[in-house]
């Protein structure tokens, strides 16, 4: 049995299971000052939120870390009016012996959080992609700036899909269609 299944047993596990995360996450080393959880403003709510959750479980893993001190019925018997109320309580108190609280985490909720990882992971992967075709481009870009020099085949070639577009609109006739609104 749980040695704090007669007060609070939710709190307690609950308390147990927040202790367990704060220290693993506390192992990790986690720049929270670091600009990529400032970047977006619903990341830093939930960043600003998760370090809220963490503080207030580690503040009460502290607070329930000792079993709570037992409950004095003899000074309550001597200060209420009402004797068979407080020796009634004192009854189911010792007598009450509740099953200690555990949270069993359900398999869909479980398989919701895992799609979620890897959800993340796949558009992990992609923004990775991204940034590297992105450097690329810009590695390309800066090896082929333009300048007085070029002409206008050089650029053709160097940038096909914008030569592609300027003679689809000389062909349509839209001469000043970047440059004039309608």
């Known amino acids: 049995s749980h040695r704090y299944s007669r ?7 609950f308390s147990g299971t927040a202790s367990r995360v704060v220290r693993r996450l506390a192992h990790r080393n986690i720049d929270w000052a670091s600009p990529i959880f400032k970047g977006d403003p619903e990341l830093s709510a939930a960043v600003s939120a998760f370090r809220g959750w963490t503080a207030n479980a580690e503040a009460m893993a502290e607070k329930y870390a000792a079993p709570p001190t037992p409950i ?15 020796e009634a309580l004192e009854q189911l108190y010792t007598s009450n012996k509740p099953p200690a609280e555990t949270y069993e985490w359900s ?17 992990n992967v992609f923004t990775q992609e ?11 870009m800066r090896r082929n700036r333009t300048n007085r020099e070029m002409s206008g085949a050089d650029m053709k070639e160097l940038y096909p899909d914008i030569a592609e ?5 000389i062909e349509d006739r839209e001469w000043f269609k970047d440059t004039l609104s309608k």
């Open 7 to 13: 007060s609070l047993p939710f709190a307690m596990s």
């Open 72 to 86: 004095d019925f003899a000074s309550s018997k001597s200060a209420v009016r009402d004797k068979a109320l407080v």
């Open 107 to 123: 398999a869909e909720d479980r398989a919701d959080k895992e799609q979620l990882i890897e959800d993340a992971k796949e558009r």
């Open 130 to 140: 991204m940034i590297e075709d992105t450097e690329k481009e810009l590695a390309f």
């Open 165 to 169: 577009e300027v003679e689809k609109e």
